[in-house]
């Protein structure tokens, strides 16, 4: 996956010094990435989806976070709302037996 930073953080409109600390590295590193002279490391991607994806869902704003990390929080999600589904209606066949015992 290739991300613009600098558009990613542009759409947050953070500077580069919160988008550093948000993904864990040294202001004058993320200059680096940013500018092309660096690379960027799979944990720090991880931590930008990461991010993008906490900003999408705190503002209420699902295309902050990239289409995979989207796909993604919607399988979790579907599983979720099944759990949640499978557990009320166990609660609710346990509430039953127990009023007819």
Same mark, same amino acid.
Do not use: F
């Given at each position: 996956?290739? $991300?613009?930073?600098?558009?990613?953080?542009?759409?947050?409109?953070?500077?580069?010094?919160?988008?550093?600390?948000?993904?864990? $590295?040294?202001?004058r590193?993320?200059?680096?990435i940013?500018?092309?002279?660096?690379?960027l490391?799979?944990?720090?991607?991880?931590?930008?989806?990461?991010? $993008?994806?906490?900003?999408?869902?705190?503002?209420?704003?699902?295309?902050?976070?990239?289409?995979?990390?989207?796909?993604d929080?919607?399988?979790?999600?579907?599983?979720?709302?099944?759990?949640?589904?499978?557990?009320?209606?166990?609660?609710t066949?346990?509430?039953?037996?127990? $009023?007819?015992?």
């Amino acid at each position: 996956m290739t $991300l613009d930073l600098l558009a990613l953080r542009a759409r947050l409109g953070w500077t580069q010094a919160q988008m550093a600390s948000a993904i864990g $590295l040294k202001l004058r590193a993320y200059n680096g990435i940013e500018g092309g002279r660096m690379a960027l490391r799979p944990i720090h991607l991880l931590a930008v989806e990461r991010v $993008l994806l906490a900003q999408a869902a705190y503002r209420g704003a699902p295309s902050l976070a990239p289409d995979c990390v989207r796909d993604d929080a919607l399988s979790v999600a579907r599983a979720i709302s099944a759990d949640a589904k499978n557990l009320r209606k166990s609660a609710t066949m346990a509430s039953g037996k127990a $009023l007819t015992q």
